[in-house]
């Protein structure tokens, strides 16, 4: 392996006269990497073990020198120190999925051409998962994602104010979203560059900024109009309905749970959608068209997991999580064989939630038919 891929050159948001950080979150997946060494490892130490300067190990830590410059080989064997010095294993895999994020990211930060072709765009050339797309909205939204919060401790003792997670000034954010705004706008409607628009979508929906809201809604309301089922604006509307919870707007996923999930191909997309969100199918997909094909490559049990999670969730996304629940088990029966304890807390939060939770008449009406086959089942 060579070299690894330059990084493009940034402009705006720190001045012309230098370059802006980058590789901001692999940098901070590698600081809290070291801070999970048992025994306390400074910058010193850490750069002592991999045969480089204190300054060069600070630098990768701020993006001041970014991960995503160094070669192939020092990276794995930056890693390997990690693990050797004892660093949390799961952290250290995190700094490779954050070469990925940073990748979209900073990709989102140039100043460029924006009528680029989609496959030149990160965001158009793959199917991207949830633990990437988390890492990517880190910085954006100041939430900690899934995969770190798991992991990372959080009774570290550090001296000072220090950061919570990968920081972006307020205009370099709005820099960034301003990109995605353009992207979708220029992709909306193209046969080619629809995963593109998607992905756009997604990562536009963490702006908070006053006008973002109405945005979100009329990129929903631009979408044809979808009766029942897949069809090619399944995975933008069912992206746009979800995201439009966080603006406050739950109705429109919840209508979606009901007639994107009218039929058996959507259904089928809607459970390879998850599987594929929370790393179940290990292929990557170049698009989205995979979502309607028949079920299979994937058990079921991480999506289980998944949905146990959910269901007592805003409105809206309760409301998908249990209709998505009902075709799990249906097309997965043997997933309650598989973890009893699982399977009996599942049934404790769906009765639960039939007598306090807030859901659409549907969604109630499925949660009640898997309390029922889980109280069967557990019988």
């Known amino acids: ?109 140039v100043v460029a051409d924006h009528h680029e072709p989609a496959s030149f765009h990160p965001l158009g050339a793959y199917v991207h998962r949830r633990e990437v797309v988390e890492l990517v909205a880190w910085p954006l939204s100041c939430r900690t994602p899934t995969a770190i919060a798991a992991v990372s401790s959080s009774s570290r003792q550090r001296r000072g104010p220090v950061p919570t997670g990968p920081e972006l000034a307020v205009p370099e954010r709005a820099q960034v979203f301003d990109h995605l705004r353009r992207v979708a706008e220029a992709s909306r409607g193209s046969d080619t560059a629809g995963l593109l ?54 109705g429109t996923l919840i209508d979606f749970s009901h007639y994107g999930l009218a039929d058996e191909a959507g259904h089928i997309a809607n459970l390879n959608y998850w599987a594929y969100w929370v790393g179940e199918l290990s292929l990557i997909e170049r698009d989205d068209s995979f979502m309607p094909i028949k079920l299979d490559g994937w058990h079921g049990e991480r999506i289980l997991r998944h949905l146990a999670t959910r269901l007592d969730a805003e409105e809206g996304v309760a409301d998908l999580g249990i209709h998505t629940l009902r075709t799990l088990l249906a097309a997965r029966p043997q997933l309650l064989d598989d973890d009893r304890v699982l399977t009996a807390t599942l049934s404790a939060t769906a009765e639960h939630l039939l007598e306090a939770g807030k859901m659409s008449p549907n969604a109630r009406q499925a949660l009640a038919e898997v309390h029922y086959a889980l109280r069967l089942h557990n019988r």
């Open 197 to 250: 628009h998607r992905q756009a979508l997604y990562l536009q929906s963490y702006d908070r900024r006053p006008d973002a809201g109405a945005w979100m809604a009329e990129q929903y309301r631009l979408l044809p109009r979808q009766r029942s089922g897949w069809s090619p604006q399944w995975p933008a509307a069912r992206t746009l309905a979800a995201s439009l919870v966080r603006y406050g707007n739950a």
């Open 1 to 109: 392996m060579g070299e690894r891929a330059s990084t493009p050159t940034l402009t705006g948001g720190q001045g012309s006269d230098r370059l802006p950080r980058q590789s901001l979150i692999s940098g901070y997946v590698l600081r809290l990497a070291r801070e999970s060494v048992p025994e306390r490892c400074s910058q010193e130490r850490l750069a002592q073990a991999a045969g480089v300067s204190p300054d060069t190990e600070a630098g990768w830590e701020t993006g001041r020198r970014p991960l995503a410059a160094i070669k192939t080989a020092q990276f794995v064997a930056l890693k390997a120190t990690l693990i050797r010095l004892g660093a949390a294993p799961e952290l250290v895999r995190l700094m490779e999925v954050a070469l990925e994020a940073d990748q979209l990211l900073d990709h989102a930060r």
